[in-house]
């Protein structure tokens, strides 16, 4: 018989098939990311100045931007309907001069350096009064939405609306602190750090499991031990501790499960009102490889069947030996 | 420039591309024309392969489990939720799980390999309509079942495995996320009116006229204000209804007519698309039905969704929905 699990940040079920669950090697979807070095704008674009330069980490405007800061931002009626237009910031982050296409292969340093660009971008759009949330995601891989490009790079988004998952998140964790005077976070990850089952590798800083709900085979959630809100901020001192566990647990995809697309994103706490949210939210990084698709249900529901328990991805992502 | 338009039911923001606006030829072509199998298990001659028929409308009197079926309904084969066993509940910890109990079934909608629901004759697409009413009612007796959502995947890459036209029943023990966000912003919206908002949306629809795709006298189809997908098309009551089960028999030959009309649009505009509908009813039992109205909501598969709208739930949409009504209402 499968099981229905109930995420207990939003209170979305899953089901997760135990019988007939897919063995993890069943999942392995070879992924071509390799594009001529000669035809990549990244590598050609590579001594034009960037609006923020750091440590070989350049970030650029979209060139093709889905918002725009240019006007000031209105919202505006239209009879039941609200609408404004799409005010913000949508910047490409280029990780490294080198044309690498996974971040996976980056040394240490690169990857700490992207997270550390990161934070800054954060602390810059967060000052402009309009912004009400930063996302800083990656798409690697056709099926992650990416383009084929070769060039390891990630995005950036500055956004004046409140988006629906960072809603439900927030006020999930706001219940929990109501009610128990904890964070919900922080009681997860003592739960998991207890049981193990569900952990996939741990270091000083931070913890990277699968969680007890999971939506997809082989999502994991990479969150910090000690107790912050904000990522920009959070990461002081971590940096280090948190470019290793990133390249961990994207080597352990790569060799594991042969090169998958995949998406991260950073999962932080809305940027206005910061202090509101300084006890009960708890940042995270989501990561995800893209092996299974989403149909009829999942989309009428916003219920998730996950084909393969997450104790067993944890198992075998465990077991990956990433220094082969 | 580009837009950001909020859905005024569960309060979603999505933004609206304009700077590269995409048309039916901007996307990519599938080929989805059913391929001939050998073994396929929902022809006629092989109901042996599946699990017995719980229900089936059979013209010629035919038996159980024999062809002579114009529309069939059996238990899935390899179904993500059993109903036999008990609902047991457990906390773990923070977590809670439960066992998964439910109901999966599969609905054939044709005896005829080749044909999809476009293909159908009237009457036939009258038995599938009629046959989802009859499960929908029928699972809605058990009283471990909190919701029924029938649902259709066309083509692969929206998730079908099946050739042969099929749509799927699954009874769940709860109400599902998607629709309680629906309920809950139909309530807090009646509240504060004392209106439904979907019968609101119907009227602006109306006098906005731009984002109708076609209409009969008993249902609507526009493109919503807000989609979260290029061409999403919305099928609705054009009288208050809060639950698909009542609806009356006249309806639903007025449903089968626009629900098939739609489908047909689709196929022509953009070549045959994958596609997913799911039809959204109040949860079995539901008090409020003054706050809710009931719909199908049909979203063809044409894009890709990123990490950046799993992140957010903020969709990007490269089609404005006045565009899109437009093309459908045109074909």
């Known amino acids: ?324 | 420039m580009p837009e950001m338009r909020r859905d005024p039911i569960v309060g979603r923001w999505v933004i609206i591309d304009s700077d590269h606006l995409k048309g039916p030829a901007d996307f990519p072509k599938e080929d989805n024309t059913p391929t001939r199998q050998a073994i396929c298990p929902f022809c006629p001659g092989r109901e042996y392969q599946t699990p017995d028929e719980v229900d089936a409308v059979r013209p010629l009197k035919s038996a159980e489990n024999t062809p002579g079926w114009s529309v069939r309904t059996v238990p899935n084969k390899f179904p993500v939720l059993t109903s036999d066993g008990n609902l047991e509940k457990e906390g773990i910890g923070i977590y809670d799980q439960m066992t998964g109990i439910g109901a999966h079934e599969v609905l054939i909608e044709s005896p005829d390999h080749d044909k999809g629901l476009t293909e159908l004759s009237k009457e036939e697409m009258q038995s599938v309509i009629g046959q989802y009413q009859g499960r929908f009612r029928q699972l809605a007796q058990d009283s471990r079942f909190k919701y029924v959502v029938i649902f259709k995947n066309f083509g692969s890459s929206a998730g079908a495995t099946v050739d042969h036209t099929h749509s799927q029943i699954i009874a769940l023990p709860m109400v599902p996320k998607t629709v309680l966000e629906e309920l809950k912003g139909a309530e807090h919206y009646h509240q504060y009116r004392g209106r439904c908002v979907f019968c609101d949306i119907i009227s602006q629809e109306y006098q906005d006229k731009e984002r109708i795709v076609a209409e009969n006298s008993s249902f609507l189809a526009f493109c919503p204000y807000a989609p979260r997908y290029a061409f999403e098309t919305w099928i609705i009551p054009k009288g208050h209804n809060a639950d698909f089960a009542t609806t009356d028999e006249g309806s639903q030959v007025h449903l089968a007519q626009i629900l098939q009309d739609v489908l047909k649009r689709l196929k022509k505009v953009l070549g045959n698309p994958s596609y997913n509908y799911y039809l959204h009813t109040a949860p079995i039992g539901y008090a409020n039905a003054a706050c809710y109205h009931w719909h199908i909501e049909i979203i063809p598969k044409l894009t890709r969704s990123v990490g950046f709208e799993w992140g957010t739930g903020l969709h990007i949409v490269p089609t404005f929905p006045q565009d899109s009504a437009r093309f459908l209402r045109d074909a």
Not at chain 1, 103 to 126: C, D, G, N, W
Request: glycine share 4%; with cysteine; proline share 6%.
């Open chain 1, 1 to 324: 018989m499968s099981l229905l699990r109930k995420d207990p940040i939003v209170g979305r079920w899953t089901i997760i098939a135990t019988e007939r669950a897919r063995r993890p090697a069943a999942f392995v979807d070879p992924q071509s990311t390799s594009t001529d070095q000669k035809s990549c704008s990244y590598c050609q674009d590579i001594h034009a100045p960037g609006i923020f330069d750091f440590q070989g980490v350049k970030v650029f405007n979209s060139s093709t931007p889905i918002l725009d800061n240019s006007k000031p931002f209105a919202r505006q009626g239209h009879g039941l309907y609200d609408v404004c237009h799409s005010y913000g910031n949508h910047e490409i982050v280029v990780e490294t001069p080198l044309h690498i296409a996974n971040m996976a292969e980056l040394p240490l340093e690169a990857i700490k350096a992207v997270f550390q660009t990161y934070a800054s971008r954060m602390k810059t759009h967060r000052k402009n009064p309009f912004i009400e949330y930063v996302l800083a995601y990656k798409n690697y891989g056709v099926a992650a939405g990416s383009r084929n490009i070769g060039h390891a790079r990630s995005q950036i988004m500055a956004v004046p609306v409140l988006p629906m998952r960072v809603k439900d998140k927030i006020s999930g964790a706001q219940k929990h602190f109501e009610h128990h005077e904890r964070c919900l976070f922080c009681d997860m990850i003592s739960q998991e750090l207890k049981s193990k089952e569900r952990v996939v590798v741990e270091n000083e800083h931070f913890v990277v499991i699968t969680p007890f709900a999971s939506r997809f085979p082989f999502e994991t959630w990479v969150l910090p031990k000690k107790h912050h809100c904000d990522f920009a901020d959070g990461i002081e001192g971590y940096e280090d501790s948190l470019a290793s566990i990133m390249k961990d647990i994207l080597l352990r995809f790569k060799i594991g499960l042969n090169d998958p697309a995949y998406n991260y994103m950073i999962q932080n706490s809305p940027v206005k009102d910061i202090a509101t949210f300084k006890e009960n939210y708890h940042w995270h990084i989501e990561v995800m490889p893209r092996l299974t698709r989403v149909a009829g249900f999942e989309r009428g529901t916003g219920f998730y069947i996950c084909p393969i328990p997450p104790e067993m991805t944890a198992a075998f992502l465990r077991e990956v030996n990433i220094n082969a």
